[in-house]
């Protein structure tokens, strides 16, 4: 079992994620399966009753396409294919701000310690670290700073609306 | 001046804490250098020819006096004793060793300094005009908007990790000297016809390799929703740029590819949520950032036209310089001075420590203690009193910052290039040290009047040379140095690109080349052209039958 971030904490991860050529036997075979978004659209009517679920999309999935089936899913993870592809960091804003998405939203794929500080501003609660870094080591990132000028999912107002004289 | 409160500081002090923390995370091997590299990247570190190039933001181009100390000591302590004015306002450092990087951004937050966001995909420093809040023909002073969007663009979470770079200026005058259609967006302050201050607001302009002049996606954001606007510009870019190829990940293809007009739909849907959310800017924030920039304790002075012209008749020299290097001023009896950071022989653009340090008394004694850099590579003193120009005037010559060729020839854009940029594919400082020993008789120069020059030595376009009058681009033939000319290019309102004039030319014949080209237009001028005008009056054919006909 890998250890995974998820509310601050190192844990251990409770649920298998499928990998983009899982067909819908091994969908329905896993417990705590995380599944292509893809295999989601393609069988939705068998994978429906399967609970708890999760979902993962491509960084080039949009969470538009998703917004209507939310409800089906425990997880929602976004994958970086690299680090410095930045898309999920809108769709992570999206789910929470614009869908009230209420779930887990992981990162997955290329994530390591010097994104997670934005990350968790844009409604990330969860993160599988790269299997060659440290999880305990990236959690020290999520208070990188102490002060943040925008409104994000963490913090609803800007400073300009908190700023006390 | 914008002044740090807590908030700020803590911001900037957490930033250092940080990068230290990076930094010996890479020396350790945590950190492998792909890792590393758009987090150095993001502090303005690139890794270069000869060591590591530190940019430091100047945001908006404004510094204090005691920030320009502080500059000249990092550059005595930590690198060879100079800086550089880049065109983008802000100040390069060239040779400072990684491992002290940490230590000159720690010193950088001492006086409200920092490299945030100065390179990497991300939101660059915000820029505007250099005679913002001074300028005669002003309408809105940009300065608080700028510091409004520098705070929203620092550490934005979720344009952290854009497809590409991204730049937005500002301007509020009539003319533009912000360069705003050729930015990622260009924001212009207006009033409408109800007198609500707004913003109109083009997308997608750029040089580099595709270089474009931008478009308007919206007439008139009002106020309030100018960050939710911005935001929701940023949001349709992050989703949708390209990442897959490098050179296609700007938001001029993504605006191009969609149409102007689908682009501004998409951030219209996009702005339709955001819109009176919390990212609505309040009336109490603009009046807490526009209170740093009210007018300095200006004595109630008249202007000194006969005096000054008295000093003209006795002193050509200074006469030639006020001509140039001296621009009027919103308030009678004062007016804004550009130091020429472009004396023959000297990289443009570059300062020393002392020049530095001098800068900095100048500013005390003179402009309340500030000063500007600009997108040209001068520096300004905004806020002199014209009493005193004369005595100005001597001092800036002693310490050879009056070279009067403002706006001519010899004040060329140049980016650092070959010499120091691993990118390029020529070296640009020769280019332009060859052209200013050229043309350094000054009553020709006077006599060719307005003219922009720019170089760069890649397509990269650092130099901006598609909006020179004249442009010149370094290219790699074979492996070897040359240069493509263009002409035409202009900034400012009705901004254009330049054309190429045919196939390039070695380094060595860039001189006669430029020279033949200013023959061209000194036969060919009526009486109230300058170049520029003259070129868009008689075309390209001229110059090029010169230029290419003599080459037999
Ligand atoms: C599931 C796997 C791992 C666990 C549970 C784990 C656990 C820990 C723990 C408990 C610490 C001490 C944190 C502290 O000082 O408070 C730590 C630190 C560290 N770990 Fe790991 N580790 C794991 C994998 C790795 C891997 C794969 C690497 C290297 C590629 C790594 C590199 C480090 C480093 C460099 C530190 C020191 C961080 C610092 O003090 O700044 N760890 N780890
Ligand atoms: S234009 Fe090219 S050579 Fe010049 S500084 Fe930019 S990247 Fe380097």
């Known amino acids: 079992?890998?250890?995974?971030?998820?509310?601050?904490?190192?844990?251990?991860?409770?649920?298998?994620?499928?990998?983009?050529?899982?067909?819908?036997?091994?969908?329905?075979?896993?417990?705590?399966?995380?599944?292509?978004?893809?295999?989601?659209?393609?069988?939705?009517?068998?994978?429906?009753?399967?609970?708890?679920?999760?979902?993962?999309?491509?960084?080039?999935?949009?969470?538009?396409?998703?917004?209507?089936?939310?409800?089906?899913?425990?997880v929602v993870a976004l994958n970086f294919p690299v680090f410095t592809d930045g898309r999920h960091f809108s769709s992570a804003r999206l789910l929470r701000e614009r869908y009230a998405y209420t779930g887990e939203i992981r990162a997955i794929g290329d994530v390591a310690?010097?994104?997670?500080?934005?990350?968790?501003?844009?409604?990330?609660?969860?993160?599988?670290?790269?299997?060659?870094?440290?999880?305990?080591?990236?959690?020290?990132?999520?208070?990188?700073?102490?002060?943040?000028?925008?409104?994000?999912?963490?913090?609803?107002?800007?400073?300009?609306?908190?700023?006390?004289? | 001046m914008y002044i740090y409160d807590n908030y700020d500081q803590q911001i900037v002090e957490d930033r250092v804490?940080?990068?230290?923390?990076?930094?010996?995370?890479?020396?350790?091997?945590e950190l492998t250098e792909d890792e590393y590299l758009p987090l150095r990247l993001q502090n303005g570190l690139y890794v270069q020819r000869h060591a590591p190039m530190l940019r430091i933001a100047v945001p908006y181009g404004l510094l204090a006096s005691r920030q320009l100390r502080k500059l000249a000591d990092i550059t005595r302590k930590y690198d060879k004793g100079y800086a550089h004015i880049t065109t983008r306002t802000n100040v390069q450092l060239n040779w400072p060793a990684l491992e002290n990087v940490p230590d000159i951004l720690e010193e950088l937050a001492s006086v409200q300094m920092h490299a945030i966001q100065t390179s990497g995909n991300c939101i660059r420093n915000t820029t505007t005009d250099q005679f913002a809040g001074v300028a005669r023909d002003e309408s809105i002073d940009p300065r608080p908007w700028c510091e409004i969007i520098r705070q929203w663009s620092t550490f934005h979470p979720e344009f952290a990790r854009l497809p590409r770079k991204f730049k937005i200026a500002v301007n509020g005058c009539a003319s533009d000297r912000a360069a705003i259609e050729v930015h990622d967006i260009g924001l212009e302050a207006v009033h409408n016809d109800a007198g609500e201050l707004g913003f109109r607001v083009l997308v997608g302009g750029g040089l580099g390799r595709t270089p474009i002049v931008g478009s308007c996606i919206n007439e008139f954001v009002p106020w309030q929703h100018l960050l939710g606007y911005l935001e929701s510009i940023l949001r349709v870019y992050n989703r949708f740029g390209?990442?897959?190829?490098?050179?296609?990940?700007?938001?001029?293809?993504?605006?191009?590819?969609?149409?102007?007009?689908?682009f501004a739909e998409r951030?219209?849907?996009?702005?339709?949520?955001?819109?009176?959310?919390?990212?609505?800017?309040?009336?109490?924030?603009?009046?807490?950032?526009?209170?740093?920039?009210?007018?300095?304790?200006?004595?109630?002075?008249?202007?000194?036209?006969?005096?000054?012209?008295?000093?003209?008749?006795?002193?050509?020299?200074?006469?030639?310089?006020?001509?140039?290097?001296?621009?009027?001023h919103k308030k009678p009896g004062y007016a804004a001075v550009t130091l020429s950071l472009k004396k023959t022989g000297i990289a443009p653009g570059d300062v020393t420590e002392k020049q530095l340090d001098k800068i900095a008394d100048l500013a005390d004694q003179y402009s309340f203690s500030e000063v500007r850099n600009t997108h040209e590579q001068n520096m300004v003193l905004a806020d002199v009193e014209q009493r005193k120009l004369f005595e100005l005037w001597e001092v800036l010559r002693e310490h050879g910052f009056a070279t009067p060729n403002i706006g001519l020839l010899s004040d060329i854009i140049c980016c650092p290039g070959g010499d120091f940029c691993?990118?390029?594919?020529?070296?640009?400082?020769?280019?332009?040290?060859?052209?200013?020993?050229?043309?350094?008789?000054?009553?020709?120069?006077?006599?060719?009047?307005?003219?922009?020059?720019?170089?760069?030595?890649?397509?990269?376009?650092?130099?901006?040379?598609?909006?020179?009058?004249?442009?010149i681009l370094g290219v790699d033939k074979k492996g070897e140095e040359f240069y493509q000319v263009s002409l035409g290019g202009s900034s400012g309102r009705e901004a254009s690109l330049g054309k190429i004039l045919g196939p390039s030319f070695a380094q060595d014949a860039m001189p006669d080349v430029i020279s033949k080209l200013i023959d061209v237009y000194i036969e060919q001028r009526t009486e109230e052209e300058h170049f520029i005008d003259t070129y868009k009056r008689i075309g390209i054919d001229k110059f090029k039958e010169r230029v290419y006909a003599s080459n037999n």
């Open chain 1, 1 to 74: 079992m890998r250890a995974i971030i998820k509310n601050d904490q190192v844990i251990d991860d409770q649920w298998t994620l499928l990998s983009a050529e899982a067909d819908l036997d091994e969908a329905l075979r896993t417990e705590q399966a995380i599944i292509p978004f893809a295999l989601w659209q393609e069988h939705k009517s068998q994978l429906q009753a399967v609970k708890p679920l999760g979902v993962w999309l491509e960084s080039n999935q949009a969470v538009e396409d998703l917004a209507e089936d939310l409800a089906y899913f425990s």
């Open chain 1, 113 to 165: 310690r010097d994104q997670l500080f934005f990350m968790q501003r844009c409604g990330f609660d969860a993160y599988a670290i790269r299997a060659d870094r440290c999880p305990v080591d990236a959690l020290q990132s999520l208070t990188d700073f102490s002060v943040t000028y925008q409104a994000a999912y963490d913090q609803s107002l800007p400073l300009y609306r908190r700023r006390t004289a």
């Open chain 2, 17 to 29: 804490r940080q990068f230290r923390d990076q930094t010996r995370r890479y020396f350790a091997g």
């Open chain 2, 242 to 262: 390209r990442r897959d190829n490098k050179f296609k990940a700007r938001i001029k293809i993504l605006v191009k590819a969609l149409t102007p007009t689908v």
């Open chain 2, 267 to 328: 951030v219209a849907e996009e702005w339709a949520h955001l819109k009176d959310g919390p990212i609505t800017l309040t009336e109490a924030e603009v009046q807490r950032v526009s209170k740093h920039f009210t007018d300095p304790a200006y004595l109630e002075l008249s202007d000194q036209d006969q005096e000054l012209a008295a000093l003209d008749a006795e002193h050509p020299g200074f006469a030639r310089w006020r001509s140039r290097n001296v621009v009027a």
């Open chain 2, 422 to 471: 691993a990118l390029a594919n020529a070296k640009s400082i020769p280019v332009a040290e060859a052209i200013q020993e050229r043309f350094d008789n000054l009553d020709y120069l006077f006599d060719i009047g307005d003219l922009d020059l720019n170089i760069s030595g890649c397509m990269n376009a650092c130099g901006h040379h598609h909006i020179g009058h004249i442009g």
